[in-house]
């Protein structure tokens, strides 16, 4: 295998492991909250001993500060959403939502910014809301009217979320922020805001919580590393990496939580997979 598709491989597995950790932390009684905090407080360590970001670039007169601002609050906040679609919807339908979540600024470029519309990016836009609205829907047996609502609730806000923390990382990068600079930006800000709520809650802090939120962060700033690696590994074939990071997620995910921790899916939500799979597919700048 090359280093680029070792890359790509580490990259899939980082983030389900993301995922599969987020599950188990109901089965453990972790305080996500907590794990999240110190998540990203690794994942700043990371990215300025891995990145390193040019000191120069992370406070001039071009940062967008308002962005960051709103990236700070987004990023634990979508985290947090993620914790609970993980936990109400399974593995499968939460990293598939997230998937889908990148055919938001596709739709922002038609709508804000006047990119034309090309039929091949329309089908795929269509494609991928058909997979959303195949992937919310769970089968009824044994489910209270909250358990469902919260089934394809957050999903839906994993989705939207992460669609506008993309957005939001496109406007901090056509600012003329360094890549490295602003992500560190961002996980400083998302971590101290995290910090401060749980300080203004009195939380107790206990060591558990945090060796998971350790464990978080490297998945976490593991998945980033890994997919920036391939990328620079495979300069020639970047939609070979598009599609492959985003359709390997959706396949091992699904495969993950169907088969380790038996998370039922009906033939829509099987149908809703191989559309999510086919829209990427399309959607990929070949």
């Known amino acids: 295998m090359t280093p680029g598709v070792l890359y790509l491989l580490a990259s899939v597995a980082c983030s389900v492991t993301v995922a599969v950790l987020l599950k188990l932390a109901r089965r453990y009684d972790v305080d996500v909250r907590q794990?999240?905090?110190?998540?990203?407080?690794?994942?700043?360590?990371?990215?300025?001993?891995?990145?390193?970001?040019?000191?120069?670039?992370?406070?001039?007169?071009?940062?967008?500060?308002?962005?960051?601002?709103?990236?700070?609050?987004?990023?634990?906040?979508?985290?947090?959403?993620?914790?609970?679609?993980?936990?109400?919807?399974?593995?499968?339908?939460?990293?598939?939502?997230?998937?889908?979540?990148?055919?938001?600024?596709?739709?922002?470029?038609?709508?804000?910014?006047?990119?034309?519309?090309?039929?091949?990016?329309?089908?795929?836009?269509l494609l991928a809301f058909s997979a959303l609205a195949c992937l919310l829907r769970r089968p009824a047996a044994a489910q209270t009217p909250a358990d469902s609502r919260a089934a394809w609730l957050w999903p839906l806000v994993v989705w939207a979320g992460y669609g506008v923390i993309d957005i939001l990382f496109k406007q901090v990068a056509r600012a003329g922020t360094a890549f490295a600079g602003g992500l560190l930006l961002a996980f400083v800000l998302a971590g101290v805001l995290m910090l401060a709520y749980l300080l203004c809650r009195r939380?107790?802090?206990e060591r558990r919580h945090l060796a998971a939120g350790v464990a978080l962060g490297l998945a976490n700033f593991g998945n980033i590393l890994t997919y920036i690696r391939a990328h620079q590994s495979l300069p020639e074939h970047p939609a070979l990496v598009f599609a492959s990071m985003n359709m390997g997620v959706i396949t091992l995910g699904t495969l993950v939580g169907a088969l380790a921790f038996r998370e039922p899916l009906?033939?829509?939500?099987?149908?809703?997979?191989?559309?999510?799979?086919?829209?990427?597919?399309?959607?990929?700048?070949?």
């Not at 000191?55 to 500060?65: D, E, G």
């Not at 470029?109 to 091949?120: D, I, M, Q, T, Y």
């Open 266 to 286: 009906t033939r829509l939500n099987l149908s809703g997979i191989a559309l999510a799979l086919a829209a990427i597919v399309l959607m990929a700048p070949w």
């Open 35 to 125: 794990a999240i905090t110190v998540n990203y407080a690794v994942a700043a360590l990371l990215c300025w001993a891995v990145l390193r970001p040019d000191p120069s670039t992370l406070v001039t007169p071009q940062t967008p500060w308002a962005v960051l601002a709103a990236l700070g609050l987004l990023l634990p906040s979508v985290f947090l959403a993620m914790a609970a679609a993980v936990r109400h919807a399974g593995i499968v339908r939460s990293d598939a939502a997230q998937r889908l979540s990148l055919f938001i600024p596709l739709l922002a470029a038609f709508v804000l910014f006047g990119e034309p519309v090309s039929g091949r990016k329309l089908a795929a836009i």
């Open 203 to 205: 939380v107790r802090w």
